[in-house]
């Protein structure tokens, strides 16, 4: 059965911080991994990965995917309060898309 | 660019009573799927469909069901409403045969069972 482990579940930190989102995974068949962001509505899409390695988003958002150990890290440098979300993970595999419980970010002002 | 789009975006029902949730895409996915979210908690899939005719259950199906009569419309139905299902329920669709690709969510819909 396919799983997806995200941690740390949640995380407070002062403007100005980095943090390191981690996302581990086990998938039949594995794909991709993609990386959304979470507010007050829907998931919006952040990456999508599907080779090891990195791919840069913004200046500030960063994504590794490491295919042999099985897992993706998210980091956000310098963050701001606009970062505060969900940010959930979701491997590709079969279509039965699994998505992690999500690591709640609130960055204080 | 309507894009994904689900109703009713609230609705409250009493234990027991029957509803249909439905969702809508106008991009011509293959793939959609139903999740729910609880509060804190990440997004969960209830059901997803591969194309026109074709249903699987997810990792939460029980008291659900769908249908997927056209490739535009995929409705989840409570058949018997329990206050556990108390959620936000989210549609999603996704282009091809949505191995790899982005997910489109609707906007989500809040559902209070009392």
């Known amino acids: 059965e396919d799983k997806v482990v995200q941690s740390p579940l949640s995380l407070v930190v002062h403007e100005g911080d980095t943090v390191t989102l981690n996302c581990s995974y086990e998938v039949t068949n594995f794909r991709s991994l993609l990386w959304y962001k979470q507010e007050k509505k829907a998931p919006t899409f952040l990456f999508m990965l599907?080779?090891?390695?990195i791919e840069k988003k913004s200046g500030r958002l960063s994504s590794i995917l490491d295919k042999k150990e099985l897992f993706s890290i998210l980091n956000i440098t310098a963050t701001q309060t606009g970062d505060s979300a969900i940010y959930l993970c979701?491997?590709?595999?079969?279509?039965?898309?699994?998505f992690g419980t999500g690591t709640r970010l609130k960055v204080l002002a | 660019n309507a894009g994904v789009t689900q109703t009713p975006k609230f609705q409250v029902l009493k234990t027991g009573q029957s509803m249909t949730l439905q969702c809508a895409q106008d991009?011509?996915?293959?793939?959609m799927s139903w999740y729910r979210q609880d509060p804190g908690m990440g997004l969960r899939l209830i059901h997803y469909s591969v194309g026109a005719g074709i249903t699987d259950q997810g990792e939460v199906p029980n008291g659900y069901n769908v249908s997927r009569s056209t490739t535009e419309d995929f409705p989840l139905r409570l058949l018997s409403a329990a206050p556990s299902q108390t959620s936000v329920y989210f549609c999603?669709?996704?282009?091809?045969?949505?191995?790899?690709?982005?997910?489109?969510f609707g906007e989500g819909s809040r559902l209070t069972v009392l």
């Open positions: 979701k491997p590709s595999g079969t279509y039965k898309y699994i």
């Open positions: 999603a669709s996704s282009s091809g045969q949505g191995r790899t690709g982005e997910l489109f």
């Open positions: 991009m011509n996915h293959e793939y």
């Open positions: 599907t080779s090891s390695g």
